[in-house]
T-cell receptor, first 114, second 114 residues
Framework: DAKTTQPNSMESNEEEPVHLPCNHS???????IHWYRQLPSQGPEYVIHGLTSNVNNRMASLAIAEDRKSSTLILHRATLRDAAVYYCILRDASTTDSWGKLQFGAGTQVVVTP | DVKVTQSSRYLVKRTGEKVFLECVQDMDHENMFWYRQDPGLGLRLIYF???????EKGDIPEGYSVSREKKERFSLILESASTNQTSMYLC?????????????FGSGTRLTVV
C-alpha cells in the first residue's frame, strides 16, 4: 500500500490559516487522498477527500499537487476546536479486495494557540 | 447525518470475562469495521464486515471475534479478556466498495481489563 508522510506536529495561532502537508510519493493513479481528524477522546472524523482536483467543503480545502505526490489540507481560520490529530490516508479505489480499509499513520498533532 | 453508536463509553471487565462491544449504524452502510487505538501504535484494524454474516480479519484479529447478524449491527467479542486488550475500541461504517467514500466513526469505547 502507498504510504504517507506527515510532520509530527504543527502550531498555529487562532484565526490564522493552517496548512498541513502530506507527502505520498508512491501514490498510484487510483488512490484517493483522504483526510480525517481526531479530537481528544473522540473517534476520527472525516474531513475531506480528493483524487486529482482541489476540493473545498465547509470544513477545509484540499490542494493536490499536479504530480499528486503531495497534498495540503488547509484550515482557513483555525479555532481552538480545530486542535486535533490530522491523518492523511490513501485509499485505493481500483479494487474491492481491501473493501475500503483505512490504514492510519501517526498523523499531525495541530496545536492552536489563543 | 450518519450516526455510529457504540453501546458503552467506558467499560471495566475482569481478566477471563467474555466481553461484547456493540456498534449500531443508522444509514444502511454495507461496510463496518472495528479498530483499536493505543498510544504510540495508532489505529489498528481488528475485523471488518462488508455484508451481513460476512467477516474478514484485519491486521490484529487474535483474541477477538465478530458477529454481524443484521446490517446495522456489528459486534466485537473478546472471548476471554486479557489485560493486553485494555484499549480504546472504535467502530466505523462506510458505504460502497470503492475507496472514494468516507468512513463514519463512533465515539469509542474505552475498555479496561483488570
Amino acid at each position: 500500500d502507498a504510504k504517507t508522510t506527515q510532520p509530527n506536529s504543527m502550531e498555529s495561532n487562532e484565526e490564522e490559516p493552517v496548512h498541513l502537508p502530506c507527502n505520498h510519493s508512491t501514490i498510484s493513479g487510483t488512490d484517493y487522498i483522504h483526510w480525517y481528524r481526531q479530537l481528544p477522546s473522540q473517534g476520527p472524523e472525516y474531513v475531506i477527500h480528493g483524487l486529482t482536483s482541489n476540493v473545498n467543503n465547509r470544513m477545509a480545502s484540499l490542494a493536490i499537487a499536479e504530480d499528486r505526490k503531495s497534498s495540503t489540507l488547509i484550515l482557513h481560520r483555525a479555532t481552538l476546536r480545530d486542535a486535533a490529530v490530522y491523518y492523511c490516508i490513501l485509499r485505493d479505489a481500483s479494487t474491492t479486495d481491501s473493501w475500503g480499509k483505512l490504514q492510519f499513520g501517526a498523523g499531525t498533532q495541530v496545536v492552536v494557540t489563543p | 447525518d450518519v450516526k455510529v453508536t457504540q453501546s458503552s463509553r467506558y467499560l471495566v471487565k475482569r481478566t477471563g470475562e467474555k466481553v461484547f462491544l456493540e456498534c449500531v449504524q443508522d444509514m444502511d452502510h454495507e461496510n463496518m469495521f472495528w479498530y483499536r487505538q493505543d498510544p504510540g501504535l495508532g489505529l489498528r484494524l481488528i475485523y471488518f464486515s462488508y455484508d451481513v454474516k460476512m467477516k474478514e480479519k484485519g491486521d490484529i484479529p487474535e483474541g477477538y471475534s465478530v458477529s454481524r447478524e443484521k446490517k446495522e449491527r456489528f459486534s466485537l467479542i473478546l472471548e476471554s479478556a486479557s489485560t493486553n486488550q485494555t484499549s480504546m475500541y472504535l467502530c466505523a461504517s462506510s458505504y460502497g466498495q470503492r475507496g472514494a467514500r468516507g468512513y463514519t466513526f463512533g465515539s469509542g469505547t474505552r475498555l479496561t481489563v483488570v
